[in-house]
């Protein structure tokens, strides 16, 4: 059917105070519209979706990532060849760490500097604990330690970290800092989370995923909650590797229109909806993360209000089918996003999502290595 008006007005301001809805989508006579199609799968069934559609031809997949990376910034930044092989050593690595043998040492005589400007238990321990077990040594720098353009300039900062270890991992706020970061330093940079973004994560949820429903093909992940940075990874993600993502989040918090327009451009399917239930159905992973992220918590009280009937539930997981699984990226509010339930199920893959945070970080080191 053709699409209804715009549901998102023009210029209007976001919900979250960010800056207002660009008017325009490349290709789009307007960014966000309303779609009613039947479903393609679980019924005829129709489904009321926002949807990106762009009129412009895809960009080669050359355009989307440079050929040699020195960095790990962006999923974007690598072909999918390379994603899969990256995800295909850190099964092999994983495997061989499961098995309790220790002989296999890459990272010996090797340093990693880990700035924290955002405090974090999983990225802190599972690079440490990583780095560490294929025998390199982690030093932790925290805001006491390092105070990125305020006691010091970034660039300054990335020259001498890159004189003393062999490679950088930062968790920041602004993902100007790990541009810079990136930049300035001759040593590979990891990004371990940004406000922007959080690749480590998403390849650890494409591991997860690949270990109990297989990566490619035709997979269907929702994404419920706000329109943050895991869903821009996701996005990112999708662009390379394609499978077909939907983001059902309340009116005002989509995600970046520039990274929607990136993975449209990619030719990739995804969905952009405030229908939960139809969402859900028939989804192949339903996933979630915290309404109120790290610097965000003064917004707490308001965002609980504006996200009920965002909350991953028994009852959402019921329709989503009983094959579907639930995975979060942790720390989670129990009762908030997602009830205890839903956390504790058989099919909640949680627990191993966490686990694989280390074995996917580990394999991006060593291809940045050349390992």
């Avoid at 489904?47 to 960009?59: F, G």
């Avoid at 982690?138 to 805001?143: E, F, K, S, T």
């Avoid at 930049?183 to 990891?190: F, G, T």
């Avoid at 139809?278 to 917004?299: F, L, T």
Wanted: contains cysteine; charged residues 20%; aromatic residues 8%.
């Amino acid at each position: 059917m053709a699409a209804a008006a715009a549901m998102i007005p023009r210029g209007m301001p976001r919900a979250d105070g960010r800056a207002p809805h660009p008017p325009l989508c490349v290709g789009c006579p307007s960014f966000y519209s309303v779609v009613i199609t039947p479903r393609s799968r679980g019924g005829a069934s129709a489904r009321r979706r926002l949807v990106c559609r762009a009129s412009v031809a895809p960009p080669s997949p050359s355009a989307l990532y440079s050929v040699e990376q020195k960095d790990f910034l962006h999923i974007s930044d690598f072909d999918k060849d390379t994603i899969m092989k990256i995800l295909d050593r850190a099964a092999e690595v994983k495997a061989l760490l499961k098995s309790g043998d220790r002989t296999f040492q890459p990272f010996k005589g090797k340093t990693m500097a880990m700035i924290f400007t955002k405090p974090s238990m999983r990225t802190r321990v599972s690079f440490e604990t990583g780095f560490f077990l294929l025998g390199g040594h982690a030093i932790y720098l925290g805001p006491d330690d390092i105070q990125m353009g305020k006691r010091e300039e970034t660039r300054d900062i990335a020259r001498v970290l890159s004189r003393y270890n062999d490679i950088i991992m930062a968790r920041v706020f602004a993902h100007q800092d790990i541009l810079d970061l990136a930049k300035y330093a001759s040593v590979p940079v990891v990004n371990g989370l940004t406000d922007y973004n959080h690749p480590c994560q998403i390849m650890a949820d494409a591991l997860t995923i690949a270990e109990h429903v297989r990566l490619e093909g035709p997979r269907s992940i929702v994404y419920v909650g706000d329109g943050n940075n895991i869903v821009h990874s996701w996005l990112l993600l999708a662009a390379v590797v394609p499978l077909h993502f939907v983001c059902a989040c309340p009116e005002g918090f989509e995600p970046h229109r520039e990274t929607v327009e990136k993975a449209i451009a990619a030719g990739i399917s995804i969905e952009i909806t405030h229908d939960v239930a139809g969402a859900v159905r028939g989804a192949d992973v339903v996933y979630s993360d915290v309404w109120a992220s790290m610097g965000q918590k003064e917004e707490a009280a308001t965002r609980k209000h504006k996200f009920q009937g965002f909350q991953v539930n028994e009852v959402l997981m019921e329709l989503a089918g009983p094959n579907a699984f639930f995975m979060h990226c942790l720390p989670a509010e129990r009762g908030v996003e997602v009830t205890d339930g839903v956390m504790e199920a058989p099919n909640s893959i949680v627990f191993p999502q966490a686990e694989n945070r280390m074995h996917a970080q580990n394999a991006i080191m060593l291809h940045l290595f050349g390992l």
